[in-house]
């Protein structure tokens, strides 16, 4: 049985982690529930126990051994360094850590043995890298990729509840005839698709864009992997799409390579039976799984494959690889049980 904490329970992937830890009967001993002041004192329910949600201290990771943060990269960057000296253990959903050389960047199905170099923190990826890699992880057992393409569709709870609420608010607003109130993306999201998710960076890339290039390296191990993105946020609440171009070095095989897809952990085709059982947003919500269907030889070129994958972006994208991260851990003894 382990303590746990978790800073931004009342957010959107917070929430979510809950609802996992209970569904996977993870052994918690106790539990700690961190937000802002804004949410100090309120209650949670859970496992049938109403938890008082408290604000972070120096001393709150003191008797914890997990720590699981989904708040914002500025609380990341606080409570690092606080959950190191209290020798917990940091699963982190920011950006913050992913890149840095002494912090593993997980998906358990396919990079584990990474967690044995921790020194206190470990990052989730990006929720549009984690189901990406899970592909691309089957894919390169196929043949060497020369190069990956992908766009991303990207519902708006990736922006956290903030955004949620935006996008109802403005729905609510085009009902009434009222002018749509902007406040956390650059433009209207309600009717509308955005190619910005996260700021610009220097190369004309987006953050959100130079994160699938980078955590996608360094998870599958390839350093010098070929790869491209355009990250588009567009009006659906759950559930994050994309579209890849995948090509190999070879001639595409493609009951070889849905064969391999079919292997991979975590990994289900939707529509193999039947072409109108594509995975949509909608139809993979509240699923833990990643979701690939439209799997087609590339008309383009014999070397290439396009697919289009879709994984619930608060669950695998989140909540789920991080207590499965936080699994991996207990299984590969890297902390103490307590009694
Ligand atoms: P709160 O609900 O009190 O604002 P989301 O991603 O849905 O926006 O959620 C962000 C989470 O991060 C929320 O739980 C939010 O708490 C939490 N959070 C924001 N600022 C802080 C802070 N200063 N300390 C701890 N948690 C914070």
Same mark, same amino acid.
């Given at each position: 049985?382990?303590?746990?904490?978790?800073?931004?329970?009342?957010?959107?992937?917070?929430?979510?982690?809950?609802?996992?830890?209970?569904?996977?009967?993870?052994?918690?001993?106790?539990?700690?529930?961190?937000?802002?002041?804004?949410?100090?004192?309120?209650?949670?329910?859970?496992?049938?126990?109403?938890?008082?949600?408290?604000?972070?201290?120096?001393?709150?990771?003191?008797?914890?051994?997990?720590?699981?943060?989904?708040?914002?990269?500025?609380?990341?960057?606080?409570?690092?360094?606080? #959950? @190191?000296?209290?020798?917990? +253990?940091?699963?982190?959903? /920011?950006?913050?850590?992913?890149? =840095?050389? $002494?912090?593993? %960047?997980?998906?358990?199905?396919?990079?584990?043995?990474?967690?044995?170099?921790?020194?206190?923190?470990?990052?989730?990826?990006?929720?549009?890298?984690?189901?990406?890699?899970?592909?691309?992880?089957?894919?390169?057992?196929?043949?060497?990729?020369?190069?990956?393409?992908?766009?991303?569709?990207?519902?708006?709870?990736?922006?956290?509840?903030?955004?949620?609420?935006?996008?109802?608010?403005?729905?609510?607003?085009?009902?009434?005839?009222?002018?749509?109130?902007?406040?956390?993306?650059?433009?209207?999201?309600?009717?509308?698709?955005?190619?910005?998710?996260?700021?610009?960076?220097?190369?004309?890339?987006?953050?959100?864009?130079?994160?699938?290039?980078?955590?996608?390296?360094?998870?599958?191990?390839?350093?010098?992997?070929?790869?491209?993105?355009?990250? #588009? @946020?567009?009006?659906?609440? +759950?559930?994050?799409?994309? /579209?890849?171009?995948?090509?190999? =070095?070879? $001639?595409?095989? %493609?009951?070889?390579?849905?064969?391999?897809?079919?292997?991979?952990?975590?990994?289900?085709?939707?529509?193999?039976?039947?072409?109108?059982?594509?995975?949509?947003?909608?139809?993979?919500?509240?699923?833990?799984?990643?979701?690939?269907?439209?799997?087609?030889?590339?008309?383009?070129?014999?070397?290439?494959?396009?697919?289009?994958?879709?994984?619930?972006?608060?669950?695998?994208?989140?909540?789920?690889?991080?207590?499965?991260?936080?699994?991996?851990?207990?299984?590969?003894?890297?902390?103490?049980?307590?009694?």
């Amino acid at each position: 049985m382990y303590n746990l904490a978790i800073v931004g329970a009342t957010g959107a992937v917070g929430k979510k982690l809950l609802q996992v830890l209970n569904e996977r009967n993870f052994p918690i001993r106790n539990i700690h529930f961190f937000a802002s002041s804004r949410s100090e004192g309120k209650t949670i329910n859970f496992q049938n126990k109403n938890i008082v949600v408290e604000t972070i201290k120096e001393s709150s990771f003191q008797d914890i051994d997990i720590v699981f943060c989904s708040a914002t990269n500025e609380i990341s960057k606080k409570i690092g360094p606080m #959950v @190191r000296n209290a020798k917990s +253990i940091l699963i982190d959903d /920011s950006s913050v850590f992913r890149m =840095d050389d $002494d912090v593993p %960047l997980i998906v358990p199905e396919i990079n584990p043995e990474d967690i044995d170099g921790h020194t206190g923190i470990m990052s989730i990826p990006n929720c549009t890298t984690t189901p990406l890699v899970m592909v691309l992880n089957a894919l390169k057992e196929f043949a060497k990729i020369v190069k990956v393409n992908v766009s991303t569709y990207q519902a708006v709870s990736g922006a956290g509840s903030a955004a949620i609420n935006e996008l109802n608010k403005q729905l609510e607003e085009i009902v009434q005839n009222k002018k749509p109130t902007i406040s956390v993306f650059t433009h209207q999201i309600a009717l509308n698709a955005i190619p910005q998710v996260d700021i610009f960076e220097k190369n004309n890339y987006t953050k959100e864009e130079m994160k699938i290039v980078n955590e996608s390296r360094k998870i599958l191990h390839e350093d010098m992997l070929p790869i491209s993105a355009t990250c #588009v @946020r567009i009006p659906t609440a +759950i559930g994050h799409c994309e /579209s890849v171009s995948v090509e190999f =070095d070879e $001639d595409i095989d %493609l009951s070889k390579i849905i064969d391999l897809l079919s292997h991979q952990s975590g990994l289900i085709i939707s529509d193999l039976d039947d072409i109108l059982k594509y995975p949509t947003p909608l139809n993979t919500e509240n699923d833990h799984n990643v979701y690939i269907g439209r799997i087609r030889e590339d008309l383009a070129t014999k070397k290439g494959l396009l697919f289009w994958i879709v994984a619930d972006n608060l669950l695998k994208g989140a909540a789920t690889n991080a207590v499965q991260i936080a699994e991996t851990v207990i299984l590969r003894k890297k902390i103490q049980a307590r009694i």
